[in-house]
């Protein structure tokens, strides 16, 4: 595992994928493919490293489904089971929920969605960003907070056509975007995430201006 140490908290961070797309794997490249004995292995060896916290991130799931499939929340169960703190995933494109068990003190995020992709579809061009505030007391290390931001990725009418990811912060910022096709875009897709996340989430809220 990745170890990293941040005011007085020590994070391991691991990550597995379900394939590589039929891209060969050539040494010195590694790519850790999701393997149920390997994730208890790692999350083993990031226990005896002492990490207070293990963080497992997932590129799995269906492509363009807003809720998780039986691999997902089978694999994320195990990985708690065995010691996860977290457990973050990607792939699908579009967003999934996430659900904070505070008697467990374990987090599953089984889509952030896109955060910059060139896909322009209804659910498929935009994402969350996820923050997790960890704090260590005086039994050990436990998930204090979590909360999300939407962010929509928006193409710009220039000559370069460039791509941009815009925060959503209370309502519809239209600070760097354009016309009003790309605004009504934008606030579909912060309409239809916040129509699932509301629905779909536990424990886990949208963050706020100001806090």
Known sequence: PLILDRNGIRIALLNYTYGTNGIAVRSPN?????????????????????????????????EYKSMPNDFQKKIAAFCLAKGAKAVIGSHPHVLQPMTWNQETDQLVVYSLGNF??????????????????????????????????????????????????????????????HGPNSRAAMKEFIDDARALL??????VRERVKNR
Not at 31 to 59: C, G, M, Q
């Open 30 to 62: 590694i790519v850790n493919l999701i393997d149920t004995l390997r994730i208890e292995t790692d999350l083993r060896k990031a226990a005896y490293l002492k990490a207070d916290a293990s963080i497992v991130f997932f590129h799995w799931g269906d």
């Open 116 to 177: 910059i992709s060139g896909q322009r579809s209804r659910y498929r061009n935009g994402g969350a960003m996820v923050e997790v505030l960890l704090q260590r007391t005086a039994s050990g290390t436990r998930i204090a907070d979590v909360s999300y931001s939407l962010a929509w990725v928006y193409r710009a009418a220039d000559r370069k056509k460039s791509f941009y990811m815009v925060p959503v912060v209370e309502g519809v910022d239209t600070v760097r975007v």
């Open 198 to 203: 509301g629905k779909e989430n536990v424990n």
